[in-house]
């Protein structure tokens, strides 16, 4: 049984900063990709950022130059640092692992980024 738990959403006004956190736990051998994800309203859930075990990071590019995601394997953590928030940052971000045999998904932290 693998578990994840996200951290760190909330209301934050624009141009606001915000750090998520996703611990994961359980029976977990290695994982390999770490990530990620959003879904607004009405619309698909999209990848946000991901990140390897060998630290190689990729980047919606909606978000490059404004989110930075960074892990810490031996805590078996990803975090994402978002600065310089928009209003069409909101959404539910949720954060994926992958291992060897499958992906989990966390169950997701709102953000909300509003005056």
């Known amino acids: 049984q693998v578990q994840l738990v996200e951290s760190g959403g909330g209301l934050v006004q624009p141009d606001g900063s915000l750090r998520l956190s996703c611990v994961a736990s359980g029976n977990i051998f290695s994982i390999y990709t770490m990530g990620w994800y959003r879904q607004a309203p009405g619309n698909q859930r999209e990848l946000v950022a991901s990140?390897?075990?060998?630290?190689?990071?990729n980047y919606a590019d909606s978000v490059k130059g404004r989110f930075t995601i960074s892990r810490d394997n031996a805590k078996n953590t990803v975090y994402l640092y978002m600065n310089s928030l928009r209003p069409e940052d909101t959404a539910v971000y949720y954060c994926k692992i992958s291992t060897s045999s499958r992906g989990y998904w966390g169950q997701g932290t709102q953000v909300t980024v509003s005056s």
């Open positions: 990140i390897t075990n060998s630290g190689r990071t």
